[in-house]
């Protein structure tokens, strides 16, 4: 009987043991298979809200202060492209606000241009995250968008590209129901 103690309570301290070691050993991550599929959700929730928006609606501006329905989706498809091309591809780009500035007024004038640039956007971003592994989302970039210009990992980059889409997306939305038009449900992840 002290035997069969004995071999249980050895049994059970080394299952706790490996227990242990195998849930505090390092794991590879699945941050960009996950992201993926954050940004697949995100690109068809952006087009089916670009898509309820009429061609001839694009052009509404709620407020003077704001961008209209179409540059709001141009700056989504734009800014995310070059987002992911300076920080995360770390590639040199020309950057030039008021360049932007027009190039987001003349594509958003048009329904089928948006849809077109952020189907393709979204793609680009899409097959930068599933190239990468966890190396790679641990390098880092200097974020010199922001005033204090901080050091971002690649990982923190595609959180702040997502952020910045639900951002405009969600003021597409106001100006889809200010427009009487039907907004998409909300789509989690």
């Known amino acids: 009987m002290k035997k069969s103690i004995y071999f249980f309570l050895l049994g059970a301290v080394t299952v706790g043991l490996l227990?242990?070691?195998?849930?505090?050993?390092?794991?590879?991550?699945?941050?960009?298979?996950?992201?993926?599929?954050?940004?697949?959700?995100?690109?068809?929730?952006?087009?089916?809200?670009?898509e309820n928006m009429p061609a001839e609606d694009y052009t509404f501006k709620p407020h003077d202060s704001v961008r209209t329905f179409g540059e709001q989706m141009a700056h989504i498809a734009m800014s995310s492209k070059l987002l992911n091309t300076m920080f995360i591809k770390g590639e040199q780009v020309d950057f030039n606000p008021a360049e932007g500035a027009k190039m987001e007024k003349a594509v958003g004038a048009s329904k089928e241009e948006c849809i077109k640039l952020l189907s393709a956007n979204f793609d680009?971003?899409?097959?930068?995250?599933?190239?990468?592994?966890?190396?790679?989302?641990?390098?880092?970039?200097?974020?010199?968008?922001?005033?204090?210009?901080?050091?971002?990992?690649?990982?923190?980059?595609?959180?702040?590209?997502?952020?910045?889409?639900?951002?405009?997306?969600?003021?597409?939305?106001?100006?889809?129901?200010?427009?009487?038009?039907?907004?998409?449900?909300?789509?989690?992840?």
């Open 19 to 50: 227990a242990f070691v195998s849930t505090n050993t390092a794991q590879p991550s699945d941050f960009h298979e996950s992201f993926a599929a954050t940004l697949k959700n995100a690109k068809a929730y952006t087009l089916e809200v670009a």
């Open 124 to 189: 680009e971003i899409i097959v930068t995250i599933e190239g990468m592994n966890d190396e790679d989302l641990q390098e880092t970039f200097i974020f010199g968008f922001a005033p204090n210009k901080p050091e971002l990992t690649k990982e923190q980059g595609f959180l702040f590209i997502r952020d910045h889409i639900t951002h405009h997306r969600g003021q597409a939305i106001t100006t889809l129901r200010i427009k009487g038009h039907k907004a998409p449900s909300y789509r989690p992840f």
